[in-house]
């Protein structure tokens, strides 16, 4: 094992290490640090002798915020929804992150650097209340995998959703409760106690002792 290399005092980018913090889980050293802003923050030493960390965050804020206002589009919804899916999947504080970047999600790194970038790939937001969704929920925000979609459809896209594939068409429990007319409950639970996906279906329900669901979810 190499011999720790003492950091204290050397200047990395806008960050100046001020004394050793410790090690985190991985045993690689922590460092306390100084930004030029005055932030102060503990980093890895690998990250700071490597390039990969160079400021508090700040020189990223402020290159958004110099495109922002290079293109004219800071306040345009489309620039929100961008700024919005950077904070959830790169932002620890940020309420969704757990759901995002905490799961692996990311951000495709031609559109993390530059926000014309994918304004150019996902357009001017086409309706009302529309939302942009990953059409596939195990990958991140990349091209080919967005789309614009109603709030339905997004939670018809959950990852938690349960499918059902029948007659050649996949469509979530909600969606063929609706579309056999079939109160969600009793689908669900004929689901979850075993019937396939056909029987689920056909099985005409039975009014006078209709089955109770014992599963309680909302449907989406």
Known sequence: MSALIDLTGKTFGRLTVLERAGSDKHKKALWKCVC?????????????????????????????????????????????????IIQRCENPNCPNYANYGGRGITVDPSW???????????????????????????????????????????????????????????????????????????????IYRGWSTEKALTTPVAHNHQTHPTHQTHPT
């Not at 990250?47 to 589009?73: F, P, V």
């Not at 969704?133 to 991140?140: C, V």
């Not at 979609?149 to 063929?176: D, I, K, P, S």
């Open 112 to 190: 993390r650097k530059d926000f014309t970038a994918f304004y150019a790939n996902v357009g001017d937001v086409p309706f009302v209340g529309a939302s942009i969704e990953r059409i596939d929920n195990a990958l991140g925000y990349l091209p080919g995998n967005v789309r614009w979609a109603t709030r339905t459809e997004q939670n018809n896209n959950q990852r938690t959703n349960v499918l059902l594939h029948f007659e050649g068409r996949t469509q979530t429990l909600a969606q063929w409760g609706r579309e056999v007319k079939m109160a969600y409950g009793t689908l669900q639970d004929r």
């Open 36 to 84: 030029t802003c005055g932030t102060e923050r503990i980093i890895i030493g690998n990250d700071l002798t490597q390039g990969r960390t160079t400021s508090c965050g700040c020189r990223n804020k402020e290159l958004a915020s110099a495109r922002a206002i290079k293109h004219g589009m800071r306040g345009n919804a489309v620039y929100r929804v961008w700024a919005q």
